[in-house]
């Protein structure tokens, strides 16, 4: 089966946040399934910083915007490391910028991020009927290609080349849509009864990328079973209705973890390499990491992570508004993320208030992340709702239980320890406040003293397989039956 996968992030090339660990797993994945899997990803600068091999397969191409005529050309990756064909779409005025989304100087979202996705929409489906590569699935990511399948069944309808193409959109998080002024909406180059009140990509007002690719693509997914029902009810950020109406569509499909990057016993990224037949590296993991962050080393006391996003959703307010109850508490914490700047300032007066106690890095890290995770005992996610959630999945392969919020995929991958019997491989809380998040902590604490049943919730985390070969099989059993006919 032809596979395109388009996205707006794909590590390592590039990435912000979960999506792009997804999109740098699942092609691969999918591909030892038998599958001829290429993607599609904008040539950002940060990209080509990192002088990345390239052929040019397309040196000259262009589109007619209703802007005016944009010039592109078209880039295949070379990775010996992969079998993917991994391609780039190269305009520089677009994508030869500082930031992806956000220009730096500003902090605030590229004013152009409509043209921008727009263009490498449309460039996508002109690259494959250039290359007479005929797609079975095209498989989009959240707005930035929610047009793909917009198009499809607009401006391309009639267009023989696309006939048997099926289109699944993944929806990674319901509270970004792209959503945008309806006046710029005559750029898109899309029929104006889509924006009329009502309209399949219009919202409260605006034009909504998100709200498109839900109205137009043959199937839904998103990252979990429990975020697939979330978003028809609270969680759809208003969109619930029309998610409701496409229920028979929609399914949710846990994410999966690469573990030839997120596995303690060949992390190059940490002190010291360890697994389930031998711990002793998680213990210098923790020494040598708090030596190197200017903390205390003590084994007695839990070591909490965090590497998140700095947003209000991951419930960074749940850690502010607890701070005293939590530090009076015998524990050390460190947390890595970047996002609000008034969150980063009220974390780092917190650090300047308990410095022997927590420690804040305000950065976009990988080899830092990785640390974290095989030094922590805890790792700590009070999201307000959470999609999928991926740093609870590495933290069972590092053995650092987490404590979780019972929401979207945490609820899907995290179980309460049970004492008593032994089962259960982390901590969780049902309401969102900050005396239920302490109350879940603290149960963590007291068991962390108890060192055998500690170890034995470490293994059971470590036990489990979460890898993306589930995952990837769910993915193309979707994409066998939507395109032999099933429920097209």
Avoid at 192 to 209: C, H, I, P, Y
Avoid at 275 to 290: E, H, M, R
Avoid at 336 to 344: C, D, F, N, P
């Amino acid at each position: 089966m032809k596979i395109l996968i388009a996205g707006s992030e794909m590590s390592p090339l590039v990435k912000t946040g979960g999506l792009g660990d997804v999109l740098g797993s699942l092609p691969e994945a999918l591909q030892k399934l038998g599958n001829d899997v290429r993607t599609f990803l904008p040539y950002y600068r940060t990209i080509n910083k990192l002088k990345p091999k390239t052929q040019t397969v397309i040196s000259e191409a262009s589109l007619n915007m209703p802007a005016g005529k944009i010039d592109y050309q078209v880039e295949l990756l070379l990775d010996e490391n992969s079998s993917v064909g991994q391609f780039l779409i190269v305009n520089d005025i677009y994508f030869g910028r500082e930031g992806i989304y956000f220009d730096p100087a500003t902090n605030s979202e590229y004013s152009d991020n409509d043209e921008r996705y727009a263009f490498f929409c449309r460039a996508i489906l002109d690259c494959i009927q250039k290359l007479n590569w005929q797609p079975d699935i095209i498989h989009v990511n959240d707005w930035h290609t929610s047009l793909i399948p917009v198009y499809l069944k607009t401006n391309e309808k009639n267009n023989k080349f696309f006939e048997s193409t099926r289109t699944v959109l993944t929806i990674h998080n319901m509270a970004y849509q792209g959503k945008f002024d309806k006046e710029r909406f005559e750029l898109l180059g899309l029929p104006d009864d889509l924006v009329r009140k009502a309209g399949k990509m219009e919202s409260f007002g605006q034009t909504n990328f998100l709200k498109g690719g839900i109205s137009f693509s043959d199937k839904i997914v998103t990252v979990s079973q429990t975020y697939a029902k979330e978003i028809q009810n609270d969680q759809g950020c208003g969109l619930e209705k029309l998610l409701k109406k496409r229920a028979n569509d929609l399914c949710g499909i846990i994410n999966g973890v690469d573990y030839s990057v997120w596995d303690p016993a060949k992390d190059k990224h940490i002190f010291a390499n360890y697994q389930i037949s031998n711990l002793s590296g998680k213990k210098v993991n923790k020494i040598d990491f708090l030596n190197e962050i200017g903390l205390s080393p003590r084994s007695e006391v839990p070591l909490i992570g965090m590497v998140t996003r700095l947003v209000e959703q991951k419930g960074i307010g749940l850690i502010l508004q607890s701070a005293q109850k939590l530090f009076e508490r015998d524990i050390q914490m460190v947390i890595l993320g970047t996002g609000e700047k008034k969150l980063e300032h009220e974390l780092s007066t917190l650090s300047v208030r308990y410095p022997d106690k927590l420690k804040t890095f305000f950065e976009f890290n990988e080899v830092l992340a990785h640390k974290i995770e095989a030094a922590s005992d805890i790792f700590l996610m009070p999201s307000k709702f959470e999609p999928c959630g991926l740093n609870q999945m590495y933290s069972f392969k590092y053995g650092t239980v987490p404590v979780v919020h019972k929401v979207g995929g945490l609820a899907d991958t995290v179980t309460e320890f049970d004492p008593e019997t032994g089962e259960g491989n982390g901590f969780l809380f049902d309401k969102f406040n900050s005396g239920s998040m302490l109350a879940a902590l603290n149960r963590a604490s007291l068991l962390y003293q108890e060192k055998r049943s500690w170890i034995k919730l470490m293994i059971n985390g470590m036990k489990l397989d979460l890898s993306w070969n589930k995952s990837a099989r769910s993915y193309h059993d979707l994409f066998i039956n939507l395109f032999n006919g099933g429920d097209k």
